[in-house]
């Protein structure tokens, strides 16, 4: 209630709720997909009344983070009672939550050798197998640093997501190469941001944006601030150009138009 | 039918073909996605042929290799009609040939730059959707190498796309890091190899198997003779130790019993 | 000679010859670095020919692309040998050609399983090898694509090769993952790109440029021609906010800084 | 004194001393590279106390890990000054500790975005420059799991780093992609690392192995104990088969003998 108070004292909303299913040592070896019984019930529990905090709040979206759900070691696991236990536990989660939005942020690998939700294709796999039983109220949260580990062009992800209508968030971030550190959005891979923008609008999407930062040796609040300004930035970029120009020029499947097109969005002549 | 006859004289049996589809010049920019129609049709007529053929065969499969489904620049294409155009191909093709079974192998680049179906999950994806929509004779062809490519671990893929009772046929072989040559199965990763091949036991998977080998300076037959004694000696390795024995350990879910077990399977000592 | 004339009646120069050394069959199993004696003499020997026709046309460069120096398969090549080799024959081809710039272009992987010369810290290694020797003739071409493949960032690469004098020529282009498909460069990698041409200012790199490109179903004198466009305007974007200022932000070693900075080469506003 | 006590009374002998030069929050933006002097002349004390220590308690090597000299952000750094930190600070440090091996354990990235000595070659291009210089007892800790994130074939790399008489140490442990948690030793990469140890023998290394393990949620002690049963059981099998029928079978250069060797070693037939 405190929360409560504090977020509507300063206009804030809740947008999502994310139970930690990963840092802590109960779930070294799994949460929602773990093989003991008992842990996996404990990972149950905390999602639902992660979702009980949800609807006090208000919050629309639940993010499961599966950061301990798949394995270390070759060889060691069962990988049938795995996949198992994970689909079955995400259902339960799902069905005591059916009027929240489950989001699922898949990664590759990290802290875990292996997670089973490594790809976004992977998700859309569990989520598909879902609504086959009826649920519905399962997506995905995209994080674009996780996106680049399993080596996705994160606009075209978008549109496979969007494709299933199952994008319900998004976490803004960004990365070198496979160092999850979290840095400023667009400030590596600018150009796919750019494209990443541009078919968020195409897709109508609607919903929250994230920042995933770890600010480390910065100002959090600047850099913050400055994640903010990137991705701005970064739209004025392509609504100055215009959303009818840029899609023409896509419809032309040329490569060698949009190299214009590209220098025209950045600004710069040759 | 000449292909008819020889084969029945040397008592072969076609299991799978495998339609031309990346290789033509014609496919540059696509085939079952091409978002050229007439391309699209080509492509799609192409198919069609190959599983009229297969039928005349008895060959079972009707493999996919989607090498030009996907693109090569960013920014210079409309991913939301690609989709669209892709899976619709894949629909008209699998009723079309409702009693073979159409098996996608992924792969995540090149030809291309980008390829749709770069995962396993990705393609369970499209597979998942079509069932929805009643089709149900869509599934995979894991090749090795590729799933390499996804940074997927074998054996844990092929559980979970046993999962969805989507495997239709694997290609063996092997691949350093990212360049794919076709080497011997279980040349580089073996380890990961006779995991694949017991979880291949555990998951009854009773299809065929294939060898996608590029002998270049090696004799064919030689090559072909070698693969196919890899994967029996590292089959006899584990029935020698036992399906029960393995079974046990990996039921401990301890790394340390699974290094004395695969030193057991390695038939080594300190 | 019909060369040399052609290039002078079109005022063209010839900077760099690249003898051909790894897709011919004659080279399946190495060239420069060939355990057989006989296929290495053979490459020395187009080494020493190209030499030739370098100094006849007045160019100052021999590219050495290794694209068969490495092997395929594990466990099957004796390393010492197929290094010694390979370094011997470098030293005899830049002891034929001691006034020429030899350029050894790295590159991870492809067409080869693992090529030798992967990265710019293992060419940088033989140079230095060489120079111990007496040697000094022997540089880098940096490919922009191959350094990807490398995991290397560019800019950082190109002031640690010119930290020994070593950056005798660049082939720009760019890749979105492994595929290496030779696409206009700043296409993908837009922003590291920027920060390479301003790096090539600051280390006063006053050699050629190249372009290695793949046209495949484009027009090859647009994509030419764009890719040169690609390249000016991000260095007029470079040039408008001005060297001093972008020096002055880096010295700052602030994240925060250098975001403002981005976007205001960009040329856009929050 | 106590800990030289301690190791006297179980007979231990200190093999390599390593500063830390990464965790703590003062080497956030570089340890022997920063760009601060203040922090960067903290690091060389640390460094020269470090091998202060190691003449005390009779170890040979001082082992660096140079985990945050390099940078996080792009556009943020001259990279001019970092490397001329960095090896200057190198150089120092060895200087100070001229009899005493200087051992930089190369990574690609991770704590940082992006290190210096991503890899084996970067390294050996500093000892190069430094043997230039006159200084002798710079060389290299391999960490397997290090090797495999900059894309190397360990085997080949220890015959390239022996070319230079840099082989100084191992850290022995495994990882399955890019996750670094310091797994048992070949419990992933097992092929690998049988030809590993088979080109330890034949460049005849003669130094120490030390195991890099995080056990996490697993007996520490036992991890210890597996990880030397595995080295010395794959030994062990490469001693079965013996030395020169090894060694003739690779001079052969045949992938098709290469295929029974494997099988020879793994103890098991088609």
Same mark, same amino acid.
């Given at each position: 209630?405190?929360?409560?108070?504090?977020?509507?004292?300063?206009?804030?909303?809740?947008?999502?709720?994310?139970?930690?299913?990963?840092?802590?040592?109960?779930?070294?070896?799994?949460?929602?997909?773990?093989?003991?019984?008992?842990?996996?019930?404990?990972?149950?529990?905390?999602?639902?009344?992660?979702?009980?905090?949800?609807? =006090?709040?208000?919050?629309?979206?639940?993010?499961?983070?599966?950061?301990?759900?798949?394995?270390?070691?070759?060889?060691?696991?069962?990988?049938?009672?795995?996949?198992?236990?994970?689909?079955?536990?995400?259902?339960?989660?799902?069905?005591?939550?059916?009027?929240?939005?489950?989001?699922?942020?898949?990664?590759?690998?990290?802290?875990?050798?292996?997670?089973?939700?490594?790809?976004?294709?992977?998700?859309?796999?569990?989520?598909?197998?879902?609504?086959?039983?009826?649920?519905?109220?399962?997506?995905?949260?995209? =994080?674009?640093? *996780?996106?680049?580990?399993?080596? =996705?062009?994160?606009?075209?992800?978008?549109?496979?997501?969007?494709?299933?209508?199952?994008?319900?968030?998004? *976490?803004?971030?960004?990365?070198?190469?496979?160092?999850?550190?979290?840095?400023?959005?667009?400030?590596? *891979?600018?150009?796919?941001?750019?494209?990443?923008?541009?078919?968020?609008? =195409?897709?109508?999407?609607?919903?929250?944006?994230?920042?995933?930062?770890?600010?480390?040796?910065?100002?959090?609040?600047?850099?913050?601030?400055?994640?903010?300004?990137?991705?701005?930035?970064?739209?004025?970029?392509?609504?100055?150009?215009?959303?009818?120009?840029?899609?023409?020029?896509?419809?032309?499947?040329?490569?060698?138009?949009?190299?214009?097109?590209?220098?025209?969005?950045?600004?710069?002549?040759?």
């Amino acid at each position: 209630k405190d929360v409560k108070n504090t977020l509507s004292v300063y206009n804030f909303k809740a947008v999502g709720i994310a139970p930690v299913l990963s840092q802590e040592a109960q779930w070294a070896k799994g949460a929602l997909s773990a093989l003991n019984e008992n842990t996996r019930r404990k990972a149950i529990d905390r999602c639902k009344k992660a979702i009980d905090i949800a609807r =006090e709040l208000g919050a629309e979206i639940l993010i499961i983070w599966p950061g301990r759900e798949g394995f270390d070691f070759p060889f060691t696991t069962n990988y049938v009672k795995l996949w198992n236990n994970y689909v079955s536990s995400i259902k339960e989660v799902a069905e005591y939550g059916s009027d929240i939005k489950i989001a699922l942020e898949y990664k590759m690998e990290d802290p875990s050798s292996y997670l089973l939700h490594g790809s976004a294709g992977r998700a859309l796999a569990t989520i598909l197998e879902l609504r086959m039983l009826g649920i519905k109220n399962v997506g995905i949260n995209v =994080e674009f640093a *996780h996106a680049k580990l399993a080596k =996705e062009y994160v606009p075209e992800t978008i549109v496979l997501i969007s494709r299933y209508n199952a994008l319900y968030h998004l *976490h803004l971030n960004d990365i070198f190469f496979d160092a999850d550190l979290d840095l400023f959005p667009a400030s590596v *891979h600018t150009l796919e941001f750019i494209e990443l923008l541009y078919w968020l609008h =195409e897709v109508g999407y609607s919903g929250w944006f994230g920042l995933d930062l770890f600010p480390r040796y910065i100002d959090a609040i600047e850099m913050v601030q400055q994640s903010i300004y990137n991705v701005k930035a970064l739209y004025n970029a392509l609504e100055k150009v215009g959303w009818a120009k840029i899609r023409n020029v896509i419809e032309l499947n040329n490569p060698i138009e949009v190299q214009k097109l590209i220098r025209e969005i950045l600004g710069t002549k040759p």
